[in-house]
Antibody, heavy 124, light 108 residues
Framework: QVQLQESGPGLVKPSETLSLTCTVSGGSMSSYYWTWIRQPPGKGLEWIGYIYYSGSTNYNPSLKSRLTISVDTSKNQFSLKLTSVTAADTAVYYC??????????????????WGKGTTVTVSS | DIQMTQSPSSLSASVGDRVTIACRASQNISNYLNWYQQKLGKAPKLLIYAASTSQSGVPSRFSGSGSGTDFTLTISSLQPEDFATYYCQQSYSTPPHTFGQGTKLEIK
């Protein structure tokens, strides 16, 4: 059974870079997309972006200028880097597997396996 | 971006009630609509994808319907473990795969 685990610093200073890693265990990264989602305190979910196991990416336009998502399949890990952070980037960050399934002539996408989330606070 | 709007934002109901949560997209998304359940302090859990296909292991009391711009999640008979926040999400176009703002289901 595939499991995901986020790791990284819980506290980041304003203007610095937030770096998180998601480790995939119990399965291969091949043929899947891997995503990051965040949730500010008391608020809803925000889709950050995803990376295919081969390395192609798709980012939320609102974060694109500050965001890099990368993958290392040899370590079964993918990572997020967000530069120039502010208090608005304080959130619980989740990694998730984005499944692609073929159903009645179309591909559908959904996040079927999630990490437990890690809290990142931006503060001096 | 495609905007997703859920209604109501919060809802009080009793065990055994039938509950419906609505989700509206700002443009036609066909049936590229997912539903997630999130309990306090936990990661979201996938309930429904492709608007009406239940994820494996999800109780049959959960069902989804709709196409185009209007969708619903129905819980046929509320159980104590169903009190949570529910989110819809479109996967029609990227970026981004936007979420609704959430519907908090509380015990009456």
């Amino acid at each position: 059974q595939v499991q995901l685990q986020e790791s990284g610093p819980g506290l980041v200073k304003p203007s610095e870079t937030l770096s998180l890693t998601c480790t995939v265990s119990g399965g291969s990264m091949s043929s899947y997309y891997w995503t990051w989602i965040r949730q500010p305190p008391g608020k809803g979910l925000e889709w950050i972006g995803y990376i295919y196991y081969s390395g192609s990416t798709n980012y939320n336009p609102s974060l694109k200028s500050r965001l890099t998502i990368s993958v290392d399949t040899s370590k079964n890990q993918f990572s997020l880097k967000l530069t120039s952070v502010t208090a608005a980037d304080t959130a619980v960050y989740y990694c998730a597997r984005l499944a692609e399934v073929w159903q009645t002539h179309y591909y559908y996408y959904y996040m079927d396996v999630w990490g437990k989330g890690t809290t990142v606070t931006v503060s001096s | 971006d495609i905007q997703m709007t859920q209604s109501p934002s919060s809802l009080s109901a009793s065990v055994g009630d039938r509950v419906t949560i609505a989700c509206r997209a700002s443009q036609n998304i066909s049936n590229y609509l997912n539903w997630y359940q999130q309990k306090l302090g936990k990661a979201p859990k996938l309930l429904i994808y492709a608007a009406s296909t239940s994820q494996s292991g999800v109780p049959s009391r959960f069902s989804g319907s709709g196409s185009g711009t209007d969708f619903t999640l129905t819980i046929s008979s509320l159980q104590p473990e169903d009190f949570a926040t529910y989110y819809c999400q479109q996967s029609y176009s990227t970026p981004p795969h936007t979420f609704g703002q959430g519907t908090k289901l509380e015990i009456k």
